[in-house]
Each structure stands twice: as structure tokens, then as C-alpha cells.
Nanobody
Framework: QVQVVESGGGSVQTGGSLRLSCSAS????????FGWYRQAPGKRRERVAI???????NYGDSVKGRFTISRDNAKNAVYLQMDNLKPEDTAVYSC????????????????WGQGTQVTVSS
């Protein structure tokens, strides 16, 4: 059974940092691409960052230069380091596992976690 589980959400003030973690089990971790998506109340789901199986990364315009996605295949884990957080980053962040192009520009999610809340106060 495939499971994708996020952790690390919470509340922080503007300019602060948080690190989200995503663990996946029941699959061959290293051959899969992973992504972070977010959805704020009343808004469409937004792609935040993708990391391909080869480690190439791709970011949404709104987080470029502030967020960093990484993976540790030995630990079956994916991370999202979020720096210089803004109130508009407030959302439920979900980790997803799937497939992507080599550069991560095109991604298709197959498995999704339950999401973790990130709240940024001004």
C-alpha cells in the first residue's frame, strides 16, 4: 500500500521559515518524482515545486528564490524549505508523488498526502 505523509506545518510570522517533510512508503522511492502543491481557502490549487527523479527542480513563480525543494532517497523523504514567508503563502500544503519530465516542468501526480497547514501572520 502506497502512503504519502506530510509533516512540519505550523504558524510563523512574516519573514520566518518553515521546513516541510514528506515521506513515502510502499514504492521504489528513487524512481519517482515528487511535488508540493498548496491550496488556500477559496483559491485554486497551485503548484509550488517539483523535483524529478534525477533531482532537477522546478518552482512556481510566486515562490522562486524563497522556497527550496530537495530529496533524500536514502531516507525516502522529500523536503520543502520555505524562507521569507509571506501571508499569501498561507495554505494547506500537500505532497504528491508521480512522474515528471527530466527538468520537472511537466508533472503528473499519482499519490497525494493529506496535507499540512501553513499559516503566516503579518
Amino acid at each position: 500500500q502506497v502512503q504519502v505523509v506530510e509533516s512540519g506545518g505550523g504558524s510563523v510570522q512574516t519573514g520566518g521559515s518553515l521546513r516541510l517533510s514528506c515521506s513515502a512508503s510502499g514504492i521504489t522511492f528513487s524512481i519517482n518524482a515528487f511535488g508540493w502543491y498548496r491550496q488556500a481557502p477559496g483559491k485554486r490549487r497551485e503548484r509550488v515545486a517539483i523535483i524529478s527523479s534525477s533531482g532537477r527542480t522546478n518552482y512556481g513563480d510566486s515562490v522562486k528564490g524563497r522556497f527550496t525543494i530537495s530529496r533524500d532517497n536514502a531516507k525516502n523523504a522529500v523536503y520543502l524549505q520555505m524562507d521569507n514567508l509571506k501571508p499569501e503563502d498561507t495554505a494547506v500544503y500537500s505532497c504528491t508523488m508521480g512522474s515528471s519530465t527530466t527538468d520537472g516542468a511537466v508533472y503528473s501526480g499519482r499519490y497525494w498526502g493529506q496535507g499540512t497547514q501553513v499559516t503566516v501572520s503579518s
